[in-house]
Structures are given as C-alpha cells and as structure tokens.
C-alpha cells in the first residue's frame, strides 16, 4: 500500500510540475500586454506571485516537516490539543500509517482502515470435573468454520476493546489527586466518544464510567453539583464500557496512589484472572465463584497497623452480556454457591470480582445517578407529558443501555427529576444507585469481557495494562 501510495505521489508531483510551467509560459505572454505605466505595476505583482507558486512545492514541504515537529512534542505533551480530522488528512496525503494521538483523539475505525482489529487474549476452554471437555476445540475443523462464520461478530467487539484499551491507557497516568470526579469523568467520557467514533447508538458509550470511592464499591458517577476530589488515600475503581452496534465491552480497573492497597490489589486481580481462566464453554456457574473465592481469601493486606482478610463481596456478581443488554440473564458469583447453570458456546461474559476489607456485603446508599432502560418493558401509558417527552430523549440517545443524569444534562434536558422519577415509578426505568460496604472499608474491583468461541476462549478486553 505504500507503494502504491508513492507512485501517486511522484506523479502527482509531476503532473504539478508541467501544469506550474504552463502557467508561467501563458502568464509571460499576459505580462507582455501590459506594457503602459498602469500595467507594468500588475506585472510585477504578478512576477512575485508567480515567483511564489513556483516555490510552493518546497514551501508546501516545509510545513508538513513543521507540522510532524509538532506532532512529535504532542505526544510528549498530555495536555497538548489535536485535531484528528486534520491529523488523519495529512497522514494519508503523505502515505503514512496513522498512529494514535496523546490524548486519544482518533477512532479506532481509522488506526485500522482494514477493519482487521487486535485479538484478545486466546485460552483453551477448561475441562470439567464432570467429564465434559473443551480439548481439542482449537483444531476441530468444524469448530472452526463457525468461528469464521461469526467473525463480524468478533470484528465488532475488538473495535470497542481497542477503543477501551487507548482511552484507560491514557487515563490511568491522567488521573491524579486533587482532581474532582467530574473533571475525570468528563474527560474519560470526552476521550471515549471520539476512540469508539460515537455514532447513535450504532457506536457510543455503554454505560456511565464509574469512579467509586474507597467503601463504595459500584455504580457511583457524579452528578452535577457534585465537587468531590480524588484524595492521595483514595481507592478509586474506574469502570466504564464501550459498545458497537450493541456488543459491549464492560471492563473495570482500581486506582491508588499509596502503596499500602497494593496487597488488596493484587487480591483482586488474582482473583478475576481465576474466575477467568475457570471460565469455559459447560463450566457451571458455582465452580467459578468457588475458585474466585478460594483464591481473594488466600491474601491479607495491613492498614494503619491492623491486618484484614480480603474477602469477596459476596452479593455483587459477574454476569452475561448480549446485544444492547449489559445483564442478560445468567449471574457469575465471586463466592461458593449452588447454581448449576452451564456457560454456553457463543457467550459473552463480564468477568469482575470485587474484594473488601469490611463485610463483604453492599447494601443501597448515596443520590442515585445510573439508570436503565427496562429491557423487557412493554408499552406504559404516561400521564405526564414531561415524562412522555424524556423517554422519547431516552429512547433515541440511549435505548436500552445505561446512562446517567450528566449525560440526560449534556443533552439540554432541564428540570427533568420529576419525569425521571415518574418512569421508574412505572417501572420503565430502573434506577441503579451507589452500592457501598461499610463506611472505613476500601473496596477494589477489577474485570474484563470474555467471548466463548466454538474454539477457544477470548479475553477480549486484555491489555499490557491489566
């Protein structure tokens, strides 16, 4: 392709060059003409005009070396600000391959023109206790022409993990103390819109990020008004998902500037790439969580001189994920259970674990900010038109994905609390508040999506990150 791109190059060049001398032999002719005083005046302009257009070439040259200087200290300069329509025009016009700015501005979609996106993790499905076997799946020729036939699918889930990867990647050194909530995620969000190429609901972000604090373990954004600052002693867990045409990717990390939560850290992570690697095509749900379990309560982690086991809070879970619906059914428990459920050929999975240092069980707190759309609801008649009004807004920016009051702000709507309240009344809408552990306790979650292949099983939102 480079190739290609440079012989079109030269002869663009060429062809410049002979249409540069033709003008300048028809303007010599012109500047004859005008011989009077009046026109010998024009003539000379017209000279250095000409004189211009002849070093436009390496003019033209200069400003595109100038142009990569300033490329190249963007990338030194986080704050620096890109224009990635302008940033992609030239790289194509000079045949370039077009790389990622700092901050992200470009979309995933443009990096990889060919629509051939990075592949997540590959592991092989587990054998089961019970005789049933994910062996040889990778070399089953019949397994193998499903994967091809789902590859659009796979296509379509990489985009969104590409996208997810460079928006965390920058937003994990971005991220400091002394910033409040809002400014974080309203720049995440920023970030993410334009890696995802946000389109509709075609392409766009799944759900509000997340960014709880310390014994809040989930579902905590800020709304507006809300002037909270990330503290040096804070534990923040960032999550936040992105989706094209439906296929979400829910992937979740912890924060911390102190190193004495890096045991409870490590706990978590552990244990999430446990629940990972126990994951496969037959696996029943209760085995996961059993080995979840086993693995976050092996490790203890000391603070301000007390030693805590890490243990698993044992009523928020992992769950499945389908088109346009990030909980679809089937629950996977970070605890030892009973449930039997079977993990299905073809399914997407959010693999999360969550560790405290408190009880272990959340209940309901704090203003509400996330809410959904109720997947199953039919039609409700609304008697106010106000509420009629914003499920309307709903409906054409949201669906049936999550959102949360700054993204219902964003959009111009006023005075809205009242309607939004009357749809979850009428159980159109489901309200998703803060879920926190008991006040003194830190709580860390890390997660990622998994796709079970006919062949293999994928860690779509893998990174060198986590």
């Not at 595109?64 to 986080?78: E, G, H, M, S």
Request: glycine share 6%.
């Amino acid at each position: 392709m480079m190739m290609i791109m440079e012989s079109h190059e030269s002869q663009h060049e060429h062809d410049n060059e002979i249409e540069l001398k033709d003008d300048i032999a028809d303007n010599e002719d012109t500047v004859k003409e005008e011989t009077s005083a009046e026109g010998k005046s024009t003539a000379a302009k017209k000279k250095r005009k000409r004189k211009k257009k002849a070093n436009k070439g390496e003019l033209g040259e200069a400003a595109t070396n100038a142009t990569d200087a300033i490329n190249d200290l963007q990338l030194d300069n986080p704050n620096a600000k890109v224009n990635p329509s302008s940033a992609s025009s030239k790289a194509k016009k000079k045949g370039k391959e077009l790389k990622q700015t700092c901050p992200p501005s470009i979309a995933i979609k443009d990096l990889f023109p060919d629509g051939n996106y990075p592949e997540g993790e590959i592991q092989e499905h587990p054998t089961t206790h019970d005789g049933r076997t994910g062996k040889d799946r990778m070399s089953n020729e019949e397994k193998k022409a499903i994967d091809r036939m789902n590859e659009d699918i796979y296509k379509e889930a990489r985009l969104a993990a590409e996208a997810h990867r460079h928006t965390r990647q920058y937003m994990k050194e971005y991220i400091k103390p002394g910033m409040t909530m809002i400014e974080i995620c309203e720049t995440l969000e920023a970030i993410s819109r334009k890696t995802i190429g946000e389109s509709g609901l075609e392409a766009g972000l799944a759900f509000p990020t997340g960014c709880s604090l310390n014994h809040c373990a989930a579902h905590y954004t800020p709304n507006a008004g809300d002037t909270t600052v990330l503290q040096y002693d804070d534990v923040c867990k960032i999550d936040f998902g992105t989706h094209i045409n439906g296929r979400i990717i829910d992937c979740a990390f912890t924060l911390t500037f102190n190193e004495k939560y890096d045991e409870l850290l490590k706990a978590v992570k552990d244990a999430t790439n446990t629940g990972i690697k126990a994951a496969g095509i037959d696996v029943p749900l209760c085995e996961v969580g059993e080995q979840i379990q086993e693995v976050m309560e092996s490790y203890e982690v000391e603070l301000n001189g007390k030693t805590y086991q890490v243990k698993p809070i044992r009523n928020l879970n992992g769950h499945s994920i389908s088109p346009y619906q990030i909980h679809s059914g089937k629950t996977v428990p970070i605890v030892k259970g009973h449930d039997a459920t079977r993990m299905e050929e073809m399914e997407f999975y959010a693999i999360e674990t969550f560790g405290s240092t408190g009880k272990a069980y959340v209940n309901e707190d704090m203003d509400c900010s996330h809410y959904m759309k109720n997947f199953d609801v039919g039609h409700v008649p609304l008697r106010l038109a106000k509420s009629k009004q914003l499920l309307n807004v709903i409906n054409k920016n949201f669906g049936t994905l999550a959102f949360c009051r700054r993204w219902l702000d964003r959009l111009g709507q006023e005075k809205y609390l009242l309607a939004l309240k009357s749809l979850v009344d009428n159980n159109v809408i489901d309200a998703y508040p803060p879920l926190c552990d008991i006040k003194g306790s830190y709580t860390a979650q890390y997660e990622h999506t998994i796709l079970l292949r006919p062949t293999c099983k994928e860690v779509i939102s893998r990174g060198n990150d986590y």
